[in-house]
């Protein structure tokens, strides 16, 4: 599907170009961009790999297990059918750390393992899944890890100064999408 997506961008692009003479310079785009991307893979994969180290060292040494203990009331008020279950809350905990350090490929798997427990639960899971789903694309950041490699990449003197601005838009959204999950979960309950 994403394949066929990207075929027909490139072809409606490749249209386009002829068709308004600049062909030579799309030609020469596509062959710049496809340079560039080779050192700006690996500088995000060495990204991923350093903040993926640090988030299994976090791990061993039980900083990320005492930011998971600290979540927990929280996620207990805001997940109360999945926190019965200790796996549940445990992959709630565990994704919800990952995300606030701004590892959201190291968040996936945990939010994985919590979905499909949620999904066990019925009806009364369903509502908590789709909050999971907000709550992951929101995604409240301490650390704005991927986007400073990105920067970084791009050649950004300091990649990590727009933390404040990732703060702010992160807690935002974070609102907004808790209170649209709580509004759509009352209209739903009054339509039953």
Request: hydrophobic residues 55%; charged residues 15%; proline residues 4%.
């Amino acid at each position: 599907m994403l394949g066929t997506l990207f075929t027909i961008l490139f072809l409606l692009s490749l249209y386009f170009s002829v068709l308004s003479g600049t062909e030579v310079q799309a030609g020469n785009a596509l062959l710049l961009g496809a340079q560039e991307a080779i050192p700006f893979c690996l500088t995000i994969t060495g990204s991923l790999c350093f903040w993926s180290a640090w988030m299994e060292l976090a791990e061993r040494c039980g900083v990320a297990q005492k930011l998971s203990d600290l979540l927990r009331p929280l996620l207990r008020r805001l997940f109360p059918h999945s926190a019965q279950s200790v796996e549940i809350l445990s992959a709630l905990s565990e994704n919800l750390s990952a995300n606030l350090l701004g590892l959201g490929n190291a968040a996936t798997p945990a939010g994985i393992r919590a979905a499909r427990g949620m999904a066990g639960l019925g009806a009364a899971g369903r509502d908590e899944l789709c909050l999971l789903v907000v709550l992951n694309t929101a995604s409240l950041q301490l650390i704005p890890g991927t986007i400073a490699a990105v920067r970084g990449a791009a050649g950004a003197e300091a990649p990590f100064d727009i933390m404040p601005a990732v703060w702010l838009s992160s807690l935002l959204s974070v609102g907004a999408g808790l209170g649209a999950a709580a509004l759509f979960k009352r209209r739903w309950r009054f339509f039953r």
